[in-house]
């Protein structure tokens, strides 16, 4: 799997092959860009290092900012003005952009500071990332948890210098900039030098060693150097009195002259940053090497926890880089919170919870329990601490929540922890925080009213209420979980019984329809509530497209009506945006699951493919990566329901490493579909579940229990190009059943 990443996917504008058939007809509304990045990061680790050119969203690439559709250029050649380090992954407009402690190779003077050099050469692998200037200095760089290791091959020159600059921040957009509150740079002779900025109210120290024997160092203040100082201290930066300010190591460069810098970094100052360098990189001088093969060997052990088997080499290179960016996000730090003194975990960068709970948080937990677990003790902590759980959380003292976006959505992986039981969790001190939450922000109105808009919240509300009864009862407290039940039936006052749709409201970044596809707690009232089966299938058809014609997508600049025209199409947003990448699943409960495999196999094949342009839309966090490593092995795990739904996968066989065990799905029959179709001039026909088994025996229904799955099994899938009755009888379990189906 590793050697199939590919960390370059997604960082350019949407580049695929013309869909054909359901695909076509499929509206984007959100920026044709995945804003990845192909900078060098660790597994779920707390550091990553990029070239910088100040571009949207993660200062990587050449867009400026960007909401909808193809993403306009800022600058007509890739370039990098130094390499940062903290970046985003994904996501959108999101406000805070990080890029901190900008590292530089220069030959030329420090006036020169700030200025970008083209990039030509590029290389990425996980851990890994390099490009030359065209200054002609080689420049390397790898990551470890908290560390990040620069290596810098210089021409001859008598003038070369590394500039590290403290006072980055942020983005070269219209407001993108960060400026730091307080700083502190101390030169310590030797290579020596460390130092904290105070960003976004978090107090960020790096310790740095540089290897340039021969060189001086010096520290520097507005691009003028400080000949013999050893400190600088500003008490209180603005962005009126902002000059840049950093250290400086210069001296004469030999052709081929390698020069490497070490960065230790820590939330909790320049002690623990020095002391996080020793514990990664050692103390005997170089360890570029040493660093770059620890970090692949974590990631080889992440991503081996999946491995397929089949398919063309292009849809295991996009597997496998789904699968990568993945496990980017969130950013772990032990032990680093500034905010409390305690140990234990500490996460940030849970940027688009919105997106990313009903997709990444669920495979976290199957691949990488110990840090699904450790998510969630931090997101209790900052509960307790900061007093609610966050929708959104960066690396930013009083982290902005976005409460506007949804409600109560942490409520959905506490609750499915606690039913596999496998996390070393207080429990009973996560129900009370649960509890409070579900009061907090749109959850007063709720509980008044029972509806509340944006009506989406009355959705997660409604949810949460649903996960936080099952922990309830699980812990004993019945009539605690009788009252939360009774408020969690309050879902149904979203809805329009005579249209079967969502009421009219305010939307997030979609439509009535996108959002009316939701898989509530209850999916046969919710089918019922529609008028039945065939009401609801024939609304659903619409949707996704069914009987009509291509459509075509928004191209640069956008102007508001041809917007509001794609709107009014009210049609599945394909995977351009996240809130209805759930829906092709409800076709699970209406007893249609062929129509589930035509969706999602039309996605699989004409919405992803490999290069730049590989991405349908923004990656958020790895939501979208996540959905498409879901849907590749042909399960879908229903978040907050202890539930996967069956479809039929991408592979020939894929097995995963479950808590466990392994679990495996293994097909006869497939017939692979390659990604865009590799230039085909029609779409191969969708392939259908003929029957399955598990574990050997016969398996009737199309979904099956998370605890199943996470103890490892045998799952058989015999796939033909006709549908079949298969699954259509026993449909998934709902709340209003009156014995929920068994699992046969």
């Known amino acids: 799997m590793l050697d199939n990443v590919d960390p370059f996917i997604g960082t350019a504008a949407t580049d695929l092959a013309p869909p054909l058939g359901l695909a076509a007809t499929w509206w984007w509304p959100k920026p044709q860009v995945g804003n990845t990045h192909p900078g060098a990061t660790s597994p779920l680790g707390m550091v990553s290092a990029c070239a910088y050119s100040g571009a949207y969203p993660t200062g990587y690439g050449l867009y400026s900012k960007n909401t909808e559709g193809v993403p306009e250029e800022m600058f007509d050649r890739l370039q990098a003005s130094g390499f940062t380090h903290f970046q985003q992954s994904g996501t959108g407009a999101i406000r805070k952009y990080y890029n901190y402690v900008r590292v530089t190779p220069m030959v030329q003077p420090l006036d020169e500071l700030g200025q970008s050099w083209a990039l030509t050469d590029e290389e990425a692998s996980p851990g890994y990332y390099a ?29 070369g210098r590394v500039v590290i600059d403290m006072s980055m921040g ?186 990313i709970y009903k997709t990444q948080l669920p495979l976290l937990a199957a691949i990488a329990p110990e840090r699904s677990a450790d998510l969630l003790e931090s997101l209790i902590r900052v509960c307790e601490e900061e007093g609610n759980f966050p929708i959104g959380y960066r690396m930013a003292r009083g982290a902005d929540r976005f409460f506007r976006q949804a409600s109560a959505l942490a409520h959905t992986a506490i609750a499915d922890a606690q039913a596999l039981g496998r996390a070393e969790i207080d429990w009973a001190w996560a129900l009370v925080h649960m509890v409070d939450d579900l009061r907090r922000m749109y959850g007063e109105d709720f509980f008044e009213h029972g509806v509340v808009h944006p009506i989406t919240h009355t959705l997660d509300l409604a949810y949460a209420y649903q996960c936080t009864a099952r922990v309830a009862r699980a812990l004993g407290d019945r009539r605690l979980a009788r009252d939360l039940e009774e408020k969690a039936k309050g879902w149904v006052n979203a809805f329009d019984p005579a249209t079967g749709l969502l009421r009219d409201s305010e939307f997030y970044e979609g439509g009535k329809w996108n959002y009316s596809f939701r898989l509530v707690h209850d999916m046969a009232a919710r089918i019922a509530l529609a008028g039945g089966d065939g009401t609801f299938l024939a ?46 699943w409800a076709y699970h409960w209406a007893g249609r699951p062929d129509r589930t495999a035509e969706v999602v196999q039309s996605a699989l094949t004409w919405q992803f493919g490999t290069g730049p342009g590989g991405l349908p839309g923004n990656d958020d966090s790895g939501g979208l990566s996540s959905w498409y490593v879901w849907a590749s092995l042909g399960l879908f795990p229903v978040a907050g329901q202890q539930l996967f739904l069956v479809n039929a996968p991408a592979f020939e066989r894929a097995a995963i490493q479950m808590p466990g065990g392994e679990f495996v799905v293994e097909t006869s029959g497939l017939r692979d ?61 709902s709340l209003s059943d009156p014995s929920p189906p068994e699992e046969r």
């Open 131 to 159: 490009a030359t200037l065209d200054t002609g200095i080689r420049c390397e760089i790898t990551v470890g948890a908290k560390v990040a290791v620069h290596r810098y091959t210089f021409p001859e020159s008598s003038s």
């Open 673 to 733: 579909n390659p990604i865009g179709s590799d230039g085909l001039d029609r779409e191969l026909p969708a392939q259908y579940v003929q029957s399955a088994t598990l574990n050997g025996k016969p398996l009737h229904a199309t979904h099956l229990s998370a605890a199943t799955v996470h103890r490892g099994g045998r799952l058989h899938l015999r796939l033909g190009p006709e549908p079949t009755s298969w699954g259509s009888g026993n449909r998934p379990p």
């Open 539 to 584: 609304k659903l058809d619409r949707f996704f497209g069914y009987g009509a014609g291509p459509v075509t997508q928004p191209g640069r600049r956008p102007q508001p009506g041809e917007m509001a025209a794609g709107y009014a199409l009210n049609r599945f947003e394909g995977l351009n945006n996240e809130p209805d990448m759930e829906a092709p």
């Open 170 to 355: 942020g983005l070269a957009v219209e407001l993108g900039r960060t400026v730091p509150l307080r700083a502190q740079v101390e030169s310590m002779g030797m290579g020596r030098a460390q130092g904290t900025v105070v960003m976004e109210g978090v107090p960020l120290s790096v310790y740095a060693e540089v290897d340039s024997p021969g060189w001086r160092q010096m520290l520097w203040y507005d691009r003028r150097l400080i000949d013999g100082g050893t400190r600088l201290d500003f008490d209180s930066i603005r962005h009126t009195n902002l000059r840049p300010f950093g250290m400086l190591f210069r001296g004469n460069a030999r052709a081929g002259q390698t020069v490497e810098v070490r960065l230790g970094f820590s939330l909790r100052g320049c002690d623990q940053a020095r002391d996080n360098l020793r514990r990664e990189c050692g103390e005997d001088g170089p360890s570029f090497g040493r660093v770059r093969s620890a970090t692949r060997s974590r990631w080889r052990e992440h991503l081996d926890k999946v491995r397929v088997d089949g398919g063309t080499p292009s849809r295991r290179t996009v597997f496998s880089t789904a699968l990568y960016h993945s496990l980017i996000k969130p950013c772990f730090a032990d032990d680093e919170s500034p905010f409390w003194p305690n140990s234990g975990p500490y996460a940030f960068d849970v940027c688009t919870m919105w997106d």
